[in-house]
């Protein structure tokens, strides 16, 4: 039974508003949500973390019902320098998981 | 410059050869912790340690070692590798753990790529 789902890819064109929703339904009830954006031969760097209903900061937003059994990352008019993996991370059973992530591909 | 650094970056083995990474940060971080990456499995954390001489497993810790001797260093050690274990590791530190109460963010090292014959 999978802890966390994501889509695997998504495709984009630049200015436009990209939505990536992950699942998980088993997060520990005091754990926060954070996502992680990585490029090709570089490690995972953080974009945006929060606990419930909607968090925004320079470069996303993320949106969190109130069962917090998913979220979802919102990037703004996106750009060609987005295009990467986009990962969430939440706690389950005391550990730390990551979903599978989702590719990104921002066209011209 | 605040960073988390591992090495080496490449390692090509064999079976059973035993072998290190090290890893190190330098921002004073309490939190460390080892993940593999792998095609259509994402990030798998390996072990973690909260603070110096407390480690503990994470969702994937078979065959793997670790140690926190001091607090910026946070060696991976296979001792007896396997071709299963051929794999992307990264390192990542916080100041602390993720993703608790007080969540923090993880500062990733730049990776390993590890490939055992």
């Known amino acids: 039974l999978a802890k966390t789902t994501q889509p695997i890819s998504m495709d984009s064109y630049e200015g436009q508003e990209v939505n990536i929703t992950c699942s998980h339904n088993?997060?520990?009830?005091?754990?926060?949500i954070t996502w992680y954006q990585q490029f090709p031969s570089q490690g995972p760097r953080f974009i945006i973390q929060?606990?419930?209903t909607k968090v925004t900061n320079e470069v996303a937003s993320l949106f969190i019902p109130a069962d917090r059994k998913s979220s979802t990352l919102s990037l703004p008019r996106v750009s060609l320098s987005d295009t990467a993996v986009y990962y969430c991370l939440v706690g389950v059973g005391g550990k730390l998981i990551f979903g599978q992530g989702t590719e990104l591909s921002v066209k011209p | 410059e605040a960073q988390v650094t591992q090495n080496p970056r490449y390692l090509i083995t064999v079976t059973g050869k035993k072998l290190t990474v090290t890893c190190s940060q330098n921002m004073n971080h309490e939190y460390m912790s080892w993940y593999r990456q792998d095609p259509g499995l994402g990030l798998r954390q390996i072990y973690y340690s909260m603070n110096v001489e407390v480690t503990d497993k994470g969702d994937v810790p078979e065959g793997y070692k670790v140690s926190r001797k001091e607090k910026r260093n946070f060696p991976l050690i296979l001792e007896s590798p396997s071709p299963n274990q051929t794999s992307l590791y990264f390192c990542?530190?916080?100041?602390?753990?993720?993703?608790?109460?007080?969540?923090?963010?993880?500062?990733f090292g730049p990776g390993t790529r590890l490939t055992v014959l």
């Open positions: 929060g606990y419930k």
């Open positions: 088993n997060i520990a009830t005091n754990d926060y």
């Open positions: 990542a530190s916080s100041l602390s753990p993720p993703p608790g109460l007080d969540g923090d963010e993880q500062f």
